[in-house]
């Protein structure tokens, strides 16, 4: 069931899923990839909950909504934002790990790291806290929270 998110199923890759135990960067066992989640009706509570920043723009005015190259599986990066609206993590594709640096998306995150605390997971185990002037320190990262995300705890 894909629902409003059409045929992306990026967070089923790049998010960790504390209750299946599945790790970012793998797909989940459950995903139909391109299509949708098999146990969409049974899925974990974190999957329920978790909203990439595409997906919360689609419910805005359509001149607020992001358009479909940034759709995380044409981008090939999922934004998620932390309870506290200030911390922002972006989870590339394990297969496009610069991704985050180029065309529509980059700009975008750019412009995040201007306002917020802006971490990118370039799908090799790394993440990089992006300053306002566009550049990056490597840091260490919390354990994956209740809905499988993670967040800036400390500079490498």
Known sequence: ???ACGTCTMCCRLLAIKELKKPGGKWCEHCNIGVGCKIYEQRPDSCRAFSCVWLQSQDRS???RMPL??????????IAVAMDNINVAAYCDPGHPTAWQYGA???V???????????????????FHIMPNSRAKEV???APDENGAQWFERYK
Do not use: C, Y
């Open 140 to 142: 260490i990262m919390s």
């Open 62 to 64: 359509e001149r607020e």
């Open 109 to 127: 995150l750019a412009g995040l790291a201007k306002q917020l605390k802006l971490v990118v997971n370039n799908g090799k185990g790394q993440f």
């Open 1 to 3: 069931m894909a629902g």
């Open 69 to 78: 190259e940034l759709r995380p599986d044409k981008s090939k990066v999922v």
């Open 105 to 107: 998306i980059g700009t």
